[in-house]
Nanobody
Framework: DVQLQASGGGLVQAGGSLRLSCAAS????????IGWIRQAPGKERQGVSY????????HYADSVKGRFTISSDNAKNTVYLQMNSLKPEDTAVYYC??????????????????????WGQGTQVTVPA
């Protein structure tokens, strides 16, 4: 089974930075696209960014372009999300999720041609107003 472990969230003042990590196991890392999807209280889930592990191509939501950077360490099966210039509207639970040849049994998040179906447990990011 695909397992994803997200970490690195916390409380940070506006303008500050955090780095989230997503450690993946139970999969052939190169076969997957790993993404970050966030959900704020009372709001729909929102795709933040994703990276194709095989070729390193990346995609960002307009709201985070220029502030967030996604990367991967393939030797560690880990994806990172560097978040700079954080804003109160970035407050949410951040989930890492996987799109690949094996579908998860839980919920799905559709983002363009991507189907994220395997999920980590989420990590809280709080940026006070």
């Amino acid at each position: 089974d695909v397992q994803l472990q997200a970490s690195g969230g916390g409380l940070v003042q506006a303008g500050g930075s955090l780095r989230l990590s997503c450690a993946a196991s139970g999969l052939t890392f190169d076969d997957y696209v790993i993404g970050w999807i966030r959900q704020a209280p009372g709001k729909e889930r929102q795709g933040v960014s994703y990276i194709s592990i095989s070729d390193g191509s990346t995609h960002y939501a307009d709201s985070v372009k220029g502030r967030f950077t996604i990367s991967s360490d393939n030797a560690k099966n880990t994806v990172y999300l560097q978040m700079n210039s954080l804003k109160p509207e970035d407050t949410a639970v951040y989930y890492c999720a996987a799109d690949g040849p094996t579908y998860g049994s839980g919920s799905y998040y559709l983002w363009g041609s991507r189907i994220f179906s395997s999920w980590g447990q989420g990590t809280q990011v709080t940026v006070p107003a």
